[in-house]
């Protein structure tokens, strides 16, 4: 099945490149040069994926994923120039899906694209999976939908499977490596530290009070455990 991925980038060859890998694999690529046109392109004809440059006029790309985790879970790939660890965690921290760092490989910048899209589309495909509860905490692997006492929570992708995942086998204990093999595969380019952001965002979206977490809880030494949140009550 094809997408329609929209390209944020001011640099018009580098966009130009992503355009022509993006359909040579079948998809429809939309190009937009700033932030605020990447903000109306995707509030008026919601694409499948959002390809984002940090570095535009007009509105930047933090603040164009800032503004878009308030209003959608559309999957996001950020581009940029900074290659410190600093930049990919505040990247992630406000819910980029994916991060790469230029100058990169056009084969890398698909292959990232290409598992995205089979996470998000995972949510579209006939499922007999029940709706995963764990307390209050319900997640719906199928509508890929998460909702705390009735209350409907917004999800990145990678948040939701981090998330699903525990909700699967509640109280098991998972380390970092085994969440991140389940939200990014054999992708060797992200850290650990990308599942600390993950859950870091998850607290301050489920838990009541999230410095003191009663269901996304940690481990020390080991990693983290969903609960039904008596635990920590």
């Known amino acids: 099945m094809n997408a329609r991925v929209l390209v944020a980038e001011d640099d018009t060859r580098q966009a130009e490149v992503i355009r022509r ?12 040069r700033d932030g605020r046109a990447a903000l109306d392109e995707v509030r008026r004809h919601r694409p499948d994926l959002l390809v984002l440059d940090v570095m535009m006029p007009v509105v930047d790309g933090l603040d164009v994923c800032r503004i ?3 209003e959608s879970d559309l999957p996001v790939l950020m581009l940029t120039a900074r290659s410190t660890e600093e930049d ?8 980029a899906d994916d991060y790469l760092t ?3 490989s056009p084969r890398e910048l698909m292959a990232r694209i290409r598992t995205l899209l089979r996470r998000t589309r995972a949510s579209g495909t006939p499922s007999a999976d029940p709706v995963l509860r764990v307390g209050a905490l319900a997640v719906d692997p ?8 009735g209350r409907h929570v917004v999800c990145t992708p ?10 699967a086998e509640p109280e098991r204990v998972f380390t970092r490596r085994q969440l991140l093999a389940s939200t990014r595969g054999d992708d060797r380019y992200i850290t650990e530290r990308t599942i600390d952001v993950h859950v870091l965002n998850l607290r301050k ?22 609960t039904d949140g008596t635990r920590g009550r």
């Open 142 to 149: 199928v509508r890929r939908a998460v909702e705390v006492e």
């Open 205 to 226: 979206k489920i838990e009541p009070v999230p410095r003191r977490p009663v269901y996304l809880q940690t481990v020390f030494g080991v990693g983290y455990r969903l």
């Open 88 to 95: 990919l965690l505040l990247g992630l921290d406000l819910g």
């Open 21 to 32: 890998y993006l359909e040579s694999e079948g998809h429809t690529a939309l190009l937009v």
């Open 68 to 70: 878009l985790r308030r």
């Open 158 to 167: 990678g948040e939701f499977d981090v998330l699903a995942t525990m909700a």
């Open 102 to 104: 230029k100058p990169y």
